[in-house]
């Protein structure tokens, strides 16, 4: 299974931003993917995960109610909708699978990573 991103890019306070992780391989329709940030200079932390099915979402307590994840049909891209962006949300965004509950970005279960993809939140 291949994970990449896309989407990333310079926004101001307030903004939006679509991110999308494009999944390709063999079944790709049965792992549950989510979302992590790595902040310049700090670890990866969890920022969403949905389901195999996507009727199951999980979302770090930073972003409820700002950011909505979401599968499409084919369960092959994964999007992460960002609202209201502050610049703490600066950073590398990733996509990986296969994520659980706690979105913890040191679970073993994670052993597919995209590349990432930029997102930088400044005037």
């Known amino acids: 299974v291949q994970l990449v991103e896309s989407g990333g890019g310079l926004v101001q306070p307030g903004g939006s931003l679509r991110l999308s992780c494009a999944a390709s391989?063999?079944?790709?329709?049965?792992?549950?993917i989510g979302w992590f940030r790595q902040a310049p200079g700090q670890g990866r932390e969890g920022v969403s995960c949905?389901?195999?099915?996507?009727?199951?979402?999980h979302y770090t307590d930073a972003v409820k109610g700002r950011f909505t994840i979401s599968r499409d049909v084919a369960k092959t891209t994964v999007y992460l909708q960002m609202t209201n962006l502050k610049p703490e949300y600066t950073g590398t965004y990733y996509c990986?699978?296969?994520?659980?509950?706690?979105?913890?970005?040191?679970?073993?279960?994670?052993?597919?990573w995209g590349q990432g993809t930029q997102v930088t939140v400044s005037l």
């Open positions: 990986a699978a296969d994520c659980t509950r706690d979105i913890d970005p040191d679970n073993d279960a994670l052993d597919i």
């Open positions: 391989g063999e079944s790709v329709e049965y792992y549950a």
């Open positions: 949905i389901s195999a099915t996507a009727d199951v979402t």
